[in-house]
């Protein structure tokens, strides 16, 4: 049995589509079992215990003619797997081409109405209802491919290598952690910077066994910066410093994030804390 799933981003809908993954491998433990993931977040998946391998998509290399020899480079090492299942949750043309590309015996997706990705699918499996969680439209697909559906499983395993390294560096055990993610992608999506200054300055003041790290990427630095501005000395400003894994176990770690609504808050509703967006 060999499997493809498609869900190439953004992170926080990888995030929401990994128990299709847990639930794949538990019902077939034997299955070559690949996810096809776009470049920039390959660090999200490699290593986990529950694949074979991954597909990298290219997203911005490949849209220059110059490479196209990769992006059929790739498409040839799908199908040369000879996949029995295709499996598509992004549900959008570019995926539903892939997804047809990669010849499988049998090709599943969402039915998506907004790019015409179903008319690449054998089956196309609607959304149960209008207010349907996107994770559970995600367990609708596995429903139709008779793959039992439970909660049996651990969404995000730890990175035992980067758990290690976190602990290793900030003696993370000295103090409890309030995690704090400052940035979006979208302006409009973003708590105010001062907002969250002051409320490092409340909850230092009312709890003096807490510590604050404030997780990003670099494009959150200047963030990072007035928020740590505002307790130097209990702030841990780890904005463009960490790596995708070492951000989960930060997360982790601490009893609670503080974010804006963007990927890390989807890791946290998957490892079980409490999240104020």
Sequence with gaps: MKILVLKPSSLGDVVQALPVLRLLRQNFPQAGIYWWIDSALRALLEGDPDL?????FERRRWSSPFHWDELLASVRQMRALKFDWVIDLQGLARSGLFAWLANGDFTVGLDDAREGARGFYDVAVPRPG?????????????RQLRVPVHWNFTWLPVCKTAAAAVKSQ??????RWIALQPGARWTNKRWPVEYFAELVKGLAEDHPDVRFVILGGHEDGPLGGRIAQAEPERC??????????????????????????????????????????
């Design 52 to 56: 074979t391998g991954l597909f990298l």
């Design 130 to 142: 209008y207010h349907t969680h996107a994770v559970e439209w995600y367990l609708e697909v596995l």
């Design 236 to 277: 841990l400003d780890m904005t463009g410093r960490t790596s995708l894994p070492a951000m989960i176990e930060w997360i982790r770690l601490s009893e609670i994030l503080v974010t804006n609504d963007t990927g890390p808050m989807h890791v946290a509703a998957a490892l079980g804390k409490p999240v104020v967006a």
């Design 170 to 175: 900030w003696r993370t055990d000295a103090a």
